[in-house]
T-cell receptor
Framework: GAVVSQHPSWVICKSGTSVKIECRSL??????MFWYRQFPKQSLMLMAT?????????EQGVEKDKFLINHASLTLSTLTVTSAHPEDSSFYIC???????????FGPGTRLTVL | KNQVEQSPQSLIILEGKNCTLQ??????????LRWYKQDTGRGPVSLTI?????NTKSNGRYTATLDADTKQSSLHITASQLSDSASYIC???????????FGAGTQVVVTP
């Protein structure tokens, strides 16, 4: 149990376009989902925390208007990178947990390349 | 300053040999410490989890230790296999808000 999926696994887009990444908890209801970004040879950096039905909480330095997060159901959260630029190219990983204090389960990640 | 420091940054070992990875942390208050394995281009997968009162935890060929007094942990890989090539990340959970603090990882390469 506790499987988290992401779609797509990789995406290449042109600069200025928007890209949506989906994160799904397949066999449990996730009250909270997290979005991370990971640059090469670096660790995961938390971007934002989203609770189902409420606005996401963004970490300092993360532009909320650029990285739109929607957590419309207990099994789905989406991250939209708006007006993507080459510096947004990164590995985006989501995680999900059942409730406060429970383990986070990570998705397989989405590789975004902006040309 | 990162609250979780890992060493070495990378290491190369021969197949069949053992190795030990280190993790020092300053996170407080402490809830638990996990070691994750992250294959290239994949998300992290949990190997072990230890709470304050646990000193050692094994998962197959992986054995983690924790010294909560000195705030140090280690991950020992026994009889390494080629499939062990990955990044190993130490993650400490804060007790108050449950926030995860990530180490930068140790990149392990197992060669034939």
């Amino acid at each position: 149990g506790a499987v988290v999926s992401q779609h797509p696994s990789w995406v290449i887009c042109k600069s200025g376009t928007s890209v949506k990444i989906e994160c799904r908890s397949l066999d449990f209801q996730a009250t909270t989902m997290f979005w991370y970004r990971q640059f090469p040879k670096q660790s995961l950096m938390l971007m934002a925390t989203s609770n189902e039905g409420s606005k996401a909480t963004y970490e300092q330095g993360v532009e909320k208007d650029k990285f739109l997060i929607n957590h419309a159901s207990l099994t789905l959260s989406t991250l939209t990178v708006t007006s993507a630029h080459p510096e947004d190219s990164s590995f985006y990983i989501c995680s999900a947990r059942r409730g406060f204090g429970n383990e986070q389960f990570f998705g397989p990640g989405t590789r975004l390349t902006v040309l | 300053k990162n609250q979780v420091e890992q060493s070495p940054q990378s290491l190369i070992i021969l197949e069949g040999k053992n190795c030990t990875l280190q993790c020092n942390y300053t996170v407080s208050p402490f809830s638990n410490l996990r070691w994750y394995k992250q294959d290239t281009g994949r998300g992290p997968v949990s190997l072990t989890i230890m709470t304050f009162s646990e000193n050692t935890k094994s998962n197959g060929r992986y054995t983690a230790t924790l010294d909560a007094d000195t705030k140090q942990s280690s991950l020992h890989i026994t009889a390494s296999q080629l499939s062990d090539s990955a990044s190993y990340i130490c993650v400490v959970k804060e007790d108050s808000w449950g926030k995860l603090q990530f180490g930068a990882g140790t990149q392990v390469v197992v060669t034939p």
